[in-house]
């Protein structure tokens, strides 16, 4: 099946500081990518749209210039977390969107961030 | 996009078929009805997703009732590695939003 993967798996960074979070797909391409958060104990929240070669679409409520995101090839999304605080703590989890007879969304394995 | 309901949390003893059900009363025509698990601590499983037919797969079936209302994902010999939140999901598969909004989800725990 399809494989999207995400780097790093976890990150701990200094309140203040901006993370980077890498999301490819690694067998096929996708010009479509979806950024969820999901908190402890609670389901996954779509954050935003990615589409290869144009602004993403954010969903209400998240600040586009904290959470930064961009989509510059097929294969490669990338999320960035500026200024991040505690409350920014969460996982991170990327989706590809498969453009095949299925249609599916495939998912990365999340990253862990921890802002201390 | 149609909302789903499902039960909070199911339990299943291991080898025996773990059936989740679903209910998606508002469910339109042209909206495919998707099951997707996640396991501790990581990213999504799309399982299996169907219009109206029903459908089976490596993983699991998938059986829509008549009026579409409602579904039941089967897992037919539930193992201790199904334990997950299963997530089912009703949206336009091509020509519509391609977001996937996810639910609260139903708790499998699949005992030895």
């Known amino acids: 099946g399809a494989v999207v993967s995400q780097h790093p798996s976890w990150v701990i960074c200094k309140s203040g500081t901006s993370v980077k979070i890498e999301c490819r797909s690694l067998?096929?391409?996708?010009?479509?990518m979806f950024w969820y958060r999901q908190f402890p104990k609670q389901s996954l929240m779509l954050m935003a749209t990615?589409?290869?070669?144009?602004?993403?679409?954010?969903e209400q409520g998240v600040e586009k210039d904290k959470f930064l995101i961009n989509h510059a090839s097929l294969t490669l999304s990338t999320l960035t977390v500026t200024s991040a605080h505690p409350e920014d703590s969460s996982f991170y989890i990327c989706?590809?969107?498969?453009?095949?007879?299925?249609?599916?969304?495939?998912f990365g394995p999340g990253t862990r961030l921890t802002v201390t | 996009d149609a909302k789903t309901t499902q039960p909070p949390s199911m339990d299943c003893a291991e080898g025996r078929a773990a059936n989740l059900p679903c209910n998606h009363s508002?469910?339109?025509?042209?909206?495919?009805v998707y099951w997707y698990r996640q396991i501790h601590s990581q990213g999504p499983q799309y399982i299996i997703h169907g219009l109206k037919n029903n459908e089976t797969n490596e993983m699991a079936s998938l059986i829509i009732t008549e009026d579409r209302k409602s579904s039941t994902l089967i897992l037919p010999h539930a193992t201790l590695r199904d334990t997950a939140v299963y997530y089912c999901i009703v949206r336009v598969a091509k020509g519509g939003s391609e977001k996937l909004v996810f639910g609260k989800g139903t708790k499998l725990t699949v005992n030895p």
């Open positions: 067998d096929f391409q996708a010009t479509t």
């Open positions: 989706s590809a969107l498969h453009g095949g007879t299925a249609y599916e969304q495939y």
């Open positions: 508002t469910i339109s025509g042209n909206e495919y």
């Open positions: 990615s589409n290869e070669g144009s602004k993403a679409t954010y």
